[in-house]
């Protein structure tokens, strides 16, 4: 059975660093797409970045380009996702999601994800 498990929230300042793990367990090999996705209280949630094993696409939302990175550990199947120069409006669930198989251009779609993580709260507050 395919497991997400996501870590390394908390609360920060604004201006401040995170760095979120997704580590993948269970039945998952060959090529796959992991996708991050956040939910803040009363918004509907939103993808933000994504990065696929296939073709090594990655995707970013607008507003968090050039502030966070995507980066992947293919022995380790983790998934990393630093956030640098955080703001108040990051506060958020965040979650990360796989889709197996060849993914060409990775897409910031939660409907094509099927396996999700608990998720891991992010608090940005002076």
């Known amino acids: 059975q395919l497991q997400l498990v996501e870590s390394g929230g908390g609360l920060v300042q604004p201006g401040g660093s995170l760095r979120l793990s997704c580590a993948a367990s269970?039945?998952?090999?060959?090529?796959?797409?992991i996708g991050w996705f956040r939910q803040a209280p009363g918004k509907e949630r939103e993808g933000i970045s994504c990065?696929?094993?296939?073709?090594?696409?990655?995707a970013y939302e607008d507003s968090v380009k050039g502030r966070f990175t995507i980066s992947r550990d293919s022995v380790k199947k983790t998934v990393y996702l630093q956030l640098n120069s955080l703001k108040p409006e990051d506060t958020a669930v965040y979650y990360c999601?796989?889709?197996?198989?060849?993914?060409?251009?990775?897409?910031?779609?939660?409907?094509?994800?099927?396996?999700w993580g608990q998720g891991t709260q992010v608090m940005v507050s002076s």
């Open positions: 990065i696929s094993t296939g073709d090594g696409s990655i």
């Open positions: 999601a796989v889709r197996t198989g060849f993914v060409w251009g990775c897409r910031l779609r939660g409907s094509e994800y099927p396996d």
């Open positions: 269970g039945l998952i090999s060959g090529y796959y797409a």
